[in-house]
């Protein structure tokens, strides 16, 4: 079976077990992070920029410290025809995303105080789901649809007009837990998690047997 692999709005790391990306919000990239909607292309994992010194003092928190999300939805309501994704594993990543945020974080040297809440938003779930399910169904892993479409052009079309947008995408692992860790550990993926400017965010959960790397996670986050 494939091994993980990641991506945030923003191109990160290729490494023998992971692959990650991220794109964030209309602000200087910092260790490869993508600016929203720039024509997105993905950097080599060690692109020359390098993140402040990691050794602040500031521990971070286990990445599973006794979190035991609730196995049900939400209660975040989708439009019709919305692919079905998994609401279990979906808010299960919020829960953990919420006590990261709750708690503040070290990102790669640089720290996030705590900050408020993300609530879900269901056209950015939508638009999460959609890509994550595009990526299994049609082979591929990027940020960037196989027709060019950008994340800031798919939340619009699902129908979000917040502002600013980022995105964060994960593949190969089958839980939120691992998921998480991959992205937490990433501090491009981090600081979209932790940047106190999101207030909404969207995630997509796609299985899709027989592709390359079968799960599939977007995550969209939004400003308002």
């Known amino acids: 079976m494939q091994t993980p692999s990641l991506v945030q709005w923003s191109s990160l790391v290729l490494a023998s077990s992971l692959a990650l990306v991220a794109c964030g919000p209309m602000e200087a990239p910092a260790d490869g992070s993508m600016i929203t ?3 997105v292309t993905n ?3 060690d692109s020359g920029v390098s993140n402040p010194p990691s050794d602040s003092g500031v521990s971070n928190p286990p990445s599973d410290s006794g979190v035991r999300p609730p196995p049900t939805d939400s209660g975040v309501m989708l439009p019709p025809g919305s692919p079905p994704g998994d609401p279990t594993l979906e808010q299960q990543v919020l829960d953990i995303v919420n006590m990261h945020r709750a708690r503040g974080y070290n990102c790669g040297g640089q720290m996030f105080a705590a900050t408020t809440p993300l609530t879900m938003h269901p056209l950015l779930v939508l638009s999460a ?3 994550s399910l595009d990526m299994g169904t049609r ?3 990027d940020h960037n649809s196989l027709d060019g479409t950008t994340p800031t052009q798919r939340m619009t079309a699902a ?3 917040g502002s600013p947008t980022g ?3 994960a593949a190969g692992n089958a839980t939120a837990a691992a998921t998480m860790t991959q992205w937490m550990n ?3 993926h981090c600081r ?3 940047n106190p400017s999101y207030r909404s965010i969207g995630v997509g959960y796609a299985n899709v047997p027989g592709s390359r790397y079968r799960h599939y996670w977007t995550q969209n986050f939004g400003g308002r």
């Open 37 to 39: 909607d720039s024509g």
């Open 43 to 45: 950097p080599p994992a």
């Open 129 to 131: 789901r959609r890509h």
């Open 139 to 141: 082979n591929y892993f």
């Open 159 to 161: 129908g979000y007009s």
């Open 167 to 169: 995105e964060n995408i």
């Open 186 to 188: 990433s501090p491009g």
């Open 192 to 194: 979209n998690i932790m």
